[in-house]
């Protein structure tokens, strides 16, 4: 494939490296992926690169060229090459743009950059001289050319366009110098490289056939004194031959202008000629750009219909300006033809896109009919002063011949319209009285909606559609579709109550309008509708009863327009829809209604009677087998009376009666005998009123559940009897570990009300350090395994730790399914505590029996505590010893204290008491208290024992000692906590401990 054209020059002969890098791009030209190499040449990394436009990593020099390439790719699904792109580092690439199709269109990009070795065949300072040179003179006038010692063109100006050469072609100066000069042009160029400056007057090899005669100079580049290329300069010849060129071309141009004229006057399609007449100017004339603009319905905007050359592919295809601005807007508001050959000294240009447009000069013309704005014929160069007077009476000429081409369709189109409006008429009138007559005899709502779409879109102006239905949220969904892709169809299965769609339903408007002037929203974007290839849209409201039911939507891919005829009926159907769809819709649901209720009475299993007020027996639905049934399975025509005792007959007329009057349902109970041989049977009737003279009623036999509740009544006294009666807590709990249940005895031995165990698990009421195991238990009984007798501590509500022996199981129904958890808790504390009083007596005998000594040998309490302090103090080597007692309200009240007299290091009573409320939250909870002393000098600690029976607290021991092993204070804890207990169980039976026996301990 040809490279296409760059501004930046030709291109150099390279040798290809193997080595490519891919970069792939999406449709709008951003990096969507690179490699390390590529992200290396920029010192960034992929997240700063992506989304980034491949186009701002270019040389401004050579954006437009590859914008050409990359529009050229998209629009033609085809692979591109752009050759030389110098700016991008640390090398020259070689890029081709490939497209990813899908179904044919492009989904997005490959760019494959192959690196070319320049060093091979052009110096590094040419190529230096090259970008140093380009940066300069790259906007200039003049024609500036830059060849190799091969005479290889490797540069030269866009300006080079005045002589209507193609640079993609100019390879050498044997393909743009006339064959008969070349001899004369090649001596020349020896000549330069013998180091001397040259001029030389040819003439060039145009590409619209003319022989333009120029004068060229030619300049040696010199580094370090040797030849490394010619740099030239070209322009216009001043001889007389250069004249006759002149008007050989203004005679090619009247010819091209007669040709023209005959063209458009035998062209009655308008947008054939618009597009003829713009192309034709641009190709032959070889304009840089030609556009046409056509004033918009509302006279205040002009949009851009037609255009060809350099800037199609740049400027959207929606570009339009107001009336009044810019150069054409001026124009169109004046009504006459301007000729801006500098546009930076015409405040009236305005350039909307000054990095991508680079327009030096302008000419707009007026197509008039009359004083009729048909349209503005626009014309652009990037060159200062490329516009004469003979361009400018050429484009009139043309703008009065498109004028004429443009009424004589107008007329012709005219008459043709009247033609066709009469056929279409009468044909829309054939649709309506089939469309109708066909909606009449419909009744599956689907088959209708799809009628209607069939019937309209068979019309020469529509070939596609599609019907929405109201839904309960005031929204609309799709019920039927004609000539709409999956894919369209897919975004606009539902229109939301506030889409634009919806809106245009509840306020009743019927909407007509082109698809580009559709505003874009979320439900059915524009992009798509583009996509979709259509052009016209009409939105109809279909309406009952003042409420909207249904929306209508019509559309046309090669339509701009509806004619009013046809609007007409499309109205008058959309008016018509709505009983219909109404009629069909009622008809569906009444059919629905009584498939569903029969379904249901047929699905009900129970007897079935229509009953009079006077208890005879209208209708019955009865099994066969049951046992009210007869041989012929059915009571019609017979009494209440024929089956019932006269009791029950009583019974089943009050209720009759009852459901009559009130319109309620009645529900009530009865036995009768039935059967044979006859046996009792439990009866469950519900009666409701059907009409003031009849009633329904719905017979269940309960004969097997009333005779299971009996049985699950017994069960339940008996469990009842063993569950409260038990002497051991009983807990039922729930799969997911809730407490359902608990029996009195449990909820003494917590402290819980039935209310508050409910709202806990087995994990609530534990030691926190027992959860573990009790999780895995948990587990195991879910399992199916049996759990052995094990022990668990439990906490009290008030604190207290209370260890219990436990024998936990789960209770499956009759199916071996679980239903709940079992849990037997027996209370082991005077167990343990007896276990530890045992343990304590071996290791601290002596100071428990004489504890116990001194208790029954001394009749006052006062002196009792005192010598009982002084014992207790010597046993555990305390410094000092406090006793208290709290009244019912926790307030501490001293009782005694003792103090060793030889130690001086005492923390004293003020101490203590401060150390006693800072910690009261936990000896309040029956937690023995360590507390360190504060002073790093006298390693003491003081331990708050609170002696306490189950939830009541009747004192503590404070005690200060010296800082022992933990071996040490372990087992003074435990003579500290035993002798606690016992105090305890003292206070908690008698109000004095003097009343104790022996026994008692």
């Known amino acids: 494939m040809d490279p296409l054209y760059m501004d930046t020059g030709t291109e150099f002969q390279h040798s290809q490296k193997p080595k490519a890098i891919l970069v792939k791009l999406d449709l709008s030209g951003r990096i969507t992926e690179a490699p390390a190499e590529f992200l290396a040449c920029f010192h960034q990394d992929a997240l700063e690169l992506r989304g980034t436009a491949f186009l701002d990593l270019l040389d401004e020099t050579i954006r437009s060229d590859f914008r050409k390439a990359l529009l050229h790719a998209i629009t033609h699904a085809e692979p591109v090459e752009f050759p030389y792109l110098y700016s991008l580092p640390p090398c020259d690439y070689h890029i081709t743009i490939e497209p990813q199709l899908i179904q044919g269109l492009p989904a997005s990009l490959n760019l494959l950059l192959s690196t070319r070795d320049i060093i091979e065949n052009i110096p590094e300072n040419l190529k230096q001289f090259l970008y140093r040179m380009r940066a300069g003179i790259h906007d200039s006038e003049d024609v500036i050319f830059l060849m190799d010692v091969q005479g290889t063109l490797l540069y030269i100006t866009p300006a080079v366009r005045k002589f209507y050469l193609q640079p993609?072609?100019?390879?050498?100066?044997?393909?743009?110098?006339?064959?008969?000069?070349?001899?004369?042009?090649?001596?020349?160029?020896?000549?330069?490289?013998?180091?001397?400056?040259?001029?030389?007057?040819?003439?060039?090899?145009?590409?619209?056939?003319?022989?333009?005669?120029?004068?060229?100079?030619?300049?040696?580049?010199?580094?370090?004194?040797?030849?490394?290329?010619?740099?030239?300069?070209?322009?216009?010849?001043?001889?007389?031959?250069?004249?006759?060129?002149?008007?050989?071309?203004?005679?090619?141009?009247?010819?091209?202008?007669?040709?023209?004229?005959?063209t458009l006057s035998s062209t009655l399609n308008i947008d054939q000629a618009l597009t003829y007449a713009v192309e034709t100017i641009q190709k032959n004339f070889g304009f840089f750009h030609v556009a046409m603009f056509l004033p918009q319905p509302d006279n205040q905007r002009l949009r851009m219909a037609v255009r060809s050359g350099a800037l199609a592919h740049i400027l959207p295809d929606n570009h339009a300006i107001e009336m009044g601005q810019g150069v054409v807007g001026w124009v169109a508001a004046n009504r006459q033809t301007?000729?801006?050959?500098?546009?930076?000294?015409?405040?009236?240009?305005?350039?909307?896109?000054?990095?991508?447009?680079?327009?030096?000069?302008?000419?707009?013309?007026?197509?008039?009919?009359?004083?009729?704005?048909?349209?503005?014929?626009?014309?652009?160069?990037?060159?200062?002063?490329?516009?004469?007077?003979?361009?400018?009476?050429?484009?009139?000429?043309?703008?009065?011949?498109?004028?004429?081409?443009?009424?004589?369709?107008?007329?012709?189109?005219?008459?043709?319209?009247?033609?066709?409006?009469?056929?279409?008429?009468?044909?829309?009138?054939?649709?309506?009285?089939?469309?109708?007559?066909?909606?009449?005899?419909?009744?599956?709502?689907?088959?209708?909606?799809?009628?209607?779409?069939?019937?309209?879109?068979?019309?020469?102006?529509?070939?596609?559609?599609?019907?929405?239905?109201?839904?309960?949220?005031?929204?609309?969904?799709?019920?039927?579709?004609?000539?709409?892709?999956?894919?369209?169809?897919?975004?606009?299965?539902?229109?939301?109550?506030?889409?634009?769609?919806?809106?245009?339903?509840?306020?009743g408007s019927n909407v007509y309008l082109r698809v580009d002037d559709l505003p874009d929203g979320p439900e059915i974007p524009t992009d798509l509708l583009r996509k979709e290839g259509l052009r016209y849209l009409c939105i109809l409201p279909v309406a009952h009863q003042g409420k909207s039911i249904a929306i209508l939507v019509l559309a046309s891919h090669g339509k701009i327009y509806f004619s009013e005829v046809f609007r007409d009926i499309l109205e008058a159907i959309a008016s018509q829809l709505g009983a219909s769809i109404m009629r069909i819709q009622a008809e569906n649901a009444l059919a629905e209604s009584e498939a569903r209720s029969a379904a249901m009475l047929q699905a009900i299993p129970d007897i079935i009677f229509v009953i009079d007020k006077n208890g005879r027996y209208v209708a019955s639905k009865i099994y066969p087998g049951d046992s009210l049934s007869d041989p012929d399975h059915s009571l019609a025509g017979k009494y209440i009376s024929d089956l019932f005792s006269q009791e029950e007959t009583q019974r089943a007329l009050e209720n009759i009666h009852e459901a009559l009057q009130s319109g309620k349902t009645r529900q009530y109970e009865y036995t009768i005998m039935v059967g044979n041989p006859p046996a009792l049977h439990h009866y469950e009737s519900r009666i409701q009123a059907i009409n003031h003279e009849l009633v329904i009623a719905f017979v269940r036999d309960v004969?097997?559940?009333?005779?299971?509740?009996?049985?699950?009544?017994?069960?339940?006294?008996?469990?009842?009897?063993?569950?409260?009666?038990?002497?051991?807590?009983?807990?039922?709990?729930?799969?997911?570990?809730?407490?359902?249940?608990?029996?009195?005895?449990?909820?003494?031995?917590?402290?819980?009300?039935?209310?508050?165990?409910?709202?806990?698990?087995?994990?609530?009421?534990?030691?926190?350090?027992?959860?573990?195991?009790?999780?895995?238990?948990?587990?195991?009984?879910?399992?199916?395994?049996?759990?052995?007798?094990?022990?668990?501590?439990?906490?009290?509500?008030?604190?207290?730790?209370?260890?219990?022996?436990?024998?936990?199981?789960?209770?499956?129904?009759?199916?071996?399914?679980?239903?709940?958890?079992?849990?037997?808790?027996?209370?082991?504390?005077?167990?343990?505590?007896?276990?530890?009083?045992?343990?304590?007596?071996?290791?601290?005998?002596?100071?428990?029996?004489?504890?116990?000594?001194?208790?029954?040998?001394?009749?006052?309490?006062?002196?009792?505590?005192?010598?009982?302090?002084?014992?207790?103090?010597?046993?555990?080597?305390?410094?000092?010893?406090?006793?208290?007692?709290?009244?019912?309200a926790g307030n501490l009240q001293w009782t005694g204290s003792w103090q060793d007299q030889h130690n001086s290091l005492t923390t004293g009573l003020t101490q203590d008491v401060d150390q006693i409320i800072q910690t009261k939250s936990r000896w309040m909870s029956g937690e023995t208290v360590i507390v360190p002393s504060d002073n790093p000098e006298i390693p003491t600690q003081t331990v708050i024992v609170p002696f306490k029976f189950q939830s009541k607290l009747y004192g503590l021991i404070?005690?200060?000692?010296?800082?022992?092993?933990?071996?040490?204070?372990?087992?003074?804890?435990?003579?500290?906590?035993?002798?606690a207990h016992m105090i305890a169980r003292w206070y908690q039976r008698y109000s004095d401990p003097s009343n104790l026996s022996l026994f008692d301990l």
Request: glycine content about 4%.
């Open 168 to 262: 993609e072609q100019m390879q050498t100066y044997h393909h743009w110098i006339d064959p008969n000069d070349l001899d004369a042009v090649h001596k020349t160029f020896q000549a330069v490289l013998a180091g001397s400056v040259q001029v030389v007057e040819c003439r060039l090899h145009a590409s619209n056939g003319e022989r333009p005669l120029v004068r060229i100079h030619f300049y040696p580049i010199l580094i370090n004194g040797q030849i490394i290329g010619v740099q030239g300069l070209i322009n216009p010849s001043v001889s007389s031959t250069h004249y006759m060129g002149l008007m050989e071309r203004r005679a090619a141009q009247l010819s091209l202008l007669n040709k023209i004229g005959e």
């Open 703 to 888: 004969t097997d559940a009333v005779e299971a509740r009996k049985e699950l009544e017994k069960r339940e006294q008996r469990f009842r009897g063993l569950f409260e009666n038990n002497r051991d807590a009983i807990f039922l709990i729930n799969l997911d570990g809730h407490y359902s249940l608990a029996n009195q005895q449990a909820l003494d031995l917590l402290g819980y009300s039935q209310d508050e165990i409910s709202h806990l698990t087995v994990f609530d009421i534990i030691d926190p350090r027992e959860i573990p195991d009790a999780q895995q238990r948990f587990a195991d009984l879910h399992a199916g395994k049996i759990l052995p007798l094990y022990e668990r501590t439990y906490r009290h509500k008030h604190g207290e730790l209370i260890p219990c022996e436990i024998n936990t199981s789960m209770v499956y129904d009759k199916d071996g399914k679980p239903l709940h958890i079992q849990s037997l808790l027996r209370d082991i504390r005077d167990r343990k505590q007896s276990d530890q009083i045992k343990s304590l007596i071996s290791r601290n005998e002596k100071t428990i029996l004489s504890i116990i000594d001194l208790y029954l040998e001394t009749a006052s309490l006062k002196t009792f505590i005192q010598e009982f302090l002084q014992l207790l103090g010597k046993a555990i080597e305390s410094r000092s010893i406090s006793f208290y007692k709290t009244d019912p």
């Open 338 to 507: 301007l000729l801006v050959n500098d546009t930076n000294l015409d405040p009236r240009y305005l350039n909307f896109y000054p990095d991508r447009i680079p327009t030096r000069a302008e000419i707009a013309v007026p197509v008039l009919a009359g004083n009729e704005l048909i349209g503005i014929m626009d014309v652009q160069s990037p060159i200062v002063n490329a516009f004469e007077a003979h361009d400018l009476q050429m484009l009139e000429a043309i703008a009065h011949q498109l004028s004429l081409s443009i009424q004589n369709a107008r007329l012709v189109d005219q008459l043709q319209i009247r033609l066709e409006k009469q056929e279409h008429a009468e044909y829309l009138m054939r649709i309506q009285r089939d469309l109708l007559l066909n909606l009449s005899e419909k009744l599956n709502i689907h088959e209708a909606l799809s009628s209607i779409l069939d019937s309209l879109s068979s019309d020469k102006e529509i070939d596609s559609g599609a019907i929405y239905l109201a839904d309960n949220q005031t929204g609309y969904r799709l019920a039927a579709h004609r000539g709409f892709s999956d894919r369209f169809i897919s975004q606009g299965i539902y229109l939301a109550p506030d889409s634009p769609q919806a809106l245009t339903a509840a306020a």
């Open 958 to 979: 404070i005690v200060e000692m010296k800082q022992k092993s933990d071996e040490q204070l372990k087992q003074d804890l435990a003579l500290l906590n035993t002798i």
